[in-house]
Antibody
């Protein structure tokens, strides 16, 4: 069965960097687009970034553009999110999610990893 | 900036039917926006209900159905059950390649 396991969250000071990972199993990772979605405490879901299966044409939400970078290693079945210049408002649970046949949506989700940006 | 609109809250009686909607602050939602719907209970990861307007995700009962209603996407839940009480989010896919979440609808079953 499809499994997505995020890791790398923790407490980080404003302005610092953090890299999240999402280990995938149970499907052919290299054939599907992958997303990051986040949820600040007590708030709604926010789409962060998407990466197609071949690694081309990445897209980002306005709030993270220029600071976050999505990447993937298909040989390791792993998705990454490099987060630089972190701000307090980046504090959230970060979920990775798999796309179905089209990049527009998500069919499977991980359990999330919490990132807290605080001095 | 694209804003996706949802009803902040809705209530339904057990066994009843409810339709939640998902619109755009400017313009209409169509199937080319591939609207999708997600259910989330507090402390849990989201669960996918519907993608590409009306495709039910694996294991989702046919009590949940998605469609385009006028200029909005819609999610209908029939035979509402107590454990349908959740937050429901829609996502709209834009031509630019980005996806946008709505603010969510808190559904109460009472």
């Amino acid at each position: 069965q499809v499994q997505l396991v995020e890791s790398g969250g923790g407490v980080v000071q404003p302005g610092r960097s953090l890299r999240l990972s999402c280990a995938a199993s149970g499907f052919t990772f290299s054939s599907y687009g992958m997303h990051w979605v986040r949820q600040a405490p007590g708030k709604g879901l926010e789409w962060v970034a998407v990466m197609p299966p071949d690694g081309s044409n990445k897209y980002y939400g306005d709030s993270v553009k220029g600071r976050f970078t999505i990447s993937r290693d298909n040989s390791k079945n792993t998705l990454y999110l490099q987060m630089n210049s972190l701000r307090a408002e980046d504090t959230a649970v970060y979920y990775c999610a798999k796309s179905p046949w089209h990049l527009s949506s998500f069919d499977y989700w991980g359990q999330g990893t919490l990132v807290t940006v605080s001095s | 900036q694209t804003v996706v609109t949802q009803e902040p809250s809705f209530s339904v009686s057990p066994g009843g039917t409810v339709t939640l909607t998902c619109g755009l602050s400017s313009g209409s939602v169509s199937s080319s926006n591939y609207p999708s719907w997600y259910q989330q209970t507090p402390g849990q990861a989201p669960r996918t209900l519907i993608y590409s307007t009306n495709t039910r995700s694996s294991g989702v009962p046919d009590r949940f159905s998605g469609f385009i209603f006028g200029n909005k996407a819609a999610l209908t839940i029939t035979g509402a059950q107590a454990d349908d009480e959740s937050d429901y989010y829609c996502v709209i896919y834009m031509d630019s390649g980005i996806s946008v979440f709505g603010g969510g609808t808190k559904l109460t079953v009472l």
